[in-house]
């Protein structure tokens, strides 16, 4: 599986806080059916002033120290980017970075105020080329309120990823039920960890893979935890969504065999 969402560089926000602990998350990724990793730091203007050329610089160090460790983990530069007026032209840039120099870019919004120019920073992004992955919208606490901005971001070219963890209920119910009401549906493109350390909010996708395909197929979860992940890596144009699985809850218990696949050399 690729995660495409994790705070596993050490020290440059609130994720690992050391290269021991990214390390120990490495090993539990691994360990879960995880083989590639995007690196995405915070870039919160003010708070994390994290930048292309030092995210990269980390994640070569990090990717030595886990070839001299023997852990089977390959990284990808990127950055859990927060909303700013000026995003269009640090992208352009370079001096904040997509996923894998690929259009793809992780986009935050502000967990508790809805900003009031989003959807037009969003539709400037989009025409600029970029296409930004909104982050975890189930766990914003304005998506009651305002589901229907969620609606048109997406309508207007905006993928979404939800974190695993919301998937199983880890961040409460009301983020569960937006997880769910997402992928039933067929809003979903990706399912990312989020991790941000070895003990609290650990990596790890397996669990949540097998939540979800119990409500959209394992072959629509597969495609949000390998396919479309690696088409984004790859700059790839990603297919749409089928739209087929929405709310059949499709998989049958004695289906999720095929689901092994994904966690081969892992502990699932
Ligand atoms: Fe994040």
Same mark, same amino acid.
């Given at each position: 599986?690729?995660?495409?969402?994790?705070?596993?560089?050490?020290?440059? !926000?609130?994720?690992?806080?050391? =290269?021991?602990?990214? =390390?120990?998350?490495?090993?539990?990724?691994?360990? !879960?059916?995880?083989?590639?990793?995007?690196?995405?730091?915070?870039?919160?203007?003010?708070?994390?002033?994290?930048?292309?050329?030092?995210?990269?610089?980390?994640?070569?160090?990090?990717?030595?120290?886990?070839?001299?460790?023997?852990?089977?983990?390959?990284?990808?530069?990127?950055?859990?980017?927060?909303?700013?007026?000026?995003?269009?032209?640090?992208?352009?840039?370079?001096?904040?970075?997509?996923?894998?120099?690929?259009?793809?870019?992780?986009?935050?919004?502000?967990?508790?105020?809805?900003?009031?120019?989003?959807?037009?920073?969003?539709?400037?992004?989009?025409?600029?080329?970029?296409?930004?992955?909104?982050?975890?919208?189930?766990? =914003?606490?304005?998506?009651?309120?305002?589901?229907?901005?969620?609606?048109?971001?997406?309508?207007?070219?905006?993928?979404?990823?939800?974190?695993?963890?919301?998937?199983?209920?880890?961040?409460?119910?009301?983020?569960?039920?937006?997880?769910?009401?997402?992928? !039933?549906?067929?809003?979903?493109?990706?399912?990312?960890?989020?991790?941000?350390?070895?003990?609290?909010?650990?990596?790890? =996708?397996?669990?949540?893979?097998?939540?979800?395909?119990?409500?959209?197929?394992?072959?629509?979860?597969?495609?949000?935890?390998?396919?479309?992940?690696?088409?984004?890596?790859?700059?790839?144009?990603?297919?749409?969504?089928?739209?087929?699985?929405?709310?059949?809850?499709?998989?049958?218990?004695?289906?999720?065999?095929?689901?092994?696949?994904?966690?081969?050399?892992?502990?699932?």
């Amino acid at each position: 599986m690729i995660d495409l969402h994790s705070h596993i560089l050490p020290g440059l !926000d609130d994720g690992s806080p050391s =290269l021991a602990e990214s =390390l120990q998350m490495a090993r539990q990724a691994v360990a !879960d059916g995880t083989t590639e990793m995007a690196c995405t730091p915070h870039i919160t203007p003010g708070i994390y002033e994290n930048a292309t050329a030092n995210i990269a610089r980390a994640v070569q160090a990090l990717e030595q120290e886990l070839r001299g460790a023997g852990i089977p983990l390959v990284l990808h530069v990127g950055a859990d980017v927060h909303v700013a007026p000026d995003l269009p032209e640090r992208l352009a840039e370079g001096s904040v970075p997509t996923l894998n120099s690929s259009r793809y870019f992780l986009f935050e919004p502000p967990h508790h105020v809805l900003p009031p120019r989003l959807e037009e920073l969003a539709a400037r992004l989009i025409n600029s080329g970029f296409v930004p992955i909104l982050t975890h919208p189930e766990r =914003l606490t304005w998506i009651k309120a305002n589901y229907d901005v969620v609606e048109r971001l997406n309508a207007a070219g905006c993928l979404i990823q939800i974190t695993a963890d919301s998937v199983i209920g880890a961040f409460g119910r009301s983020a569960l039920y937006y997880s769910e009401k997402l992928i !039933d549906e067929g809003r979903v493109d990706i399912i990312a960890s989020d991790t941000h350390g070895a003990r609290r909010r650990r990596p790890g =996708l397996s669990q949540a893979v097998v939540a979800a395909a119990k409500r959209c197929g394992e072959d629509e979860v597969y495609n949000m935890v390998v396919k479309r992940p690696n088409d984004i890596l790859a700059n790839r144009p990603l297919e749409p969504i089928g739209k087929a699985h929405a709310k059949t809850g499709a998989a049958k218990a004695g289906r999720f065999a095929g689901l092994g696949r994904l966690f081969k050399g892992g502990s699932v």
